[in-house]
């Protein structure tokens, strides 16, 4: 069983918004913060966003930053990501995934334990 399911992907105009949500599937796990990574076809998977739920931090990507919001619910180990305005036009897959060993830092995958299976975002002109 997938521990966590993202779910919010779709097809979506360039410059237009999307918010994407990933909750827990029925494992009980407690974390110590989770984040949002996307992979494009071809490309290595990259970090989007983070939070921490001890301080409430949150991390972003020079790429997204000014435009993509993380927030979540950390009991829940709940994790949303809004973004808005959405660009480039191209795929990605985007995954969410929770620290549950309290990684110093959230912006590579090895600092992450459990993961999604991911939703498709499609951005066309």
């Known amino acids: 069983q997938v521990p966590l399911v993202e779910s919010g992907g779709g097809l979506v105009q360039a410059g237009g918004s999307l918010r994407l949500s990933c909750a827990a599937s029925g494992r009980t796990f407690s974390s110590y913060g989770m984040g949002w990574f996307r992979q494009a076809p071809g490309k290595e998977r990259e970090f989007v966003a983070a939070i921490r739920w001890s301080v409430g931090s949150t991390y972003y990507a020079d790429s997204v930053k000014g435009r993509f919001t993380i927030s979540g619910d950390g009991p829940r180990n709940a994790v949303y990501i809004q973004m808005n305005p959405l660009k480039p036009v191209g795929t990605a897959v985007y995954y969410c995934?929770?620290?549950?060993?309290?990684?110093?830092?959230?912006?590579?995958?090895?600092?992450?334990?459990?993961w999604g299976q991911g939703t498709q975002v499609t951005g066309v002109a």
């Open positions: 995934a929770a620290d549950m060993h309290a990684a110093s830092i959230l912006a590579f995958p090895a600092d992450y334990d459990l």
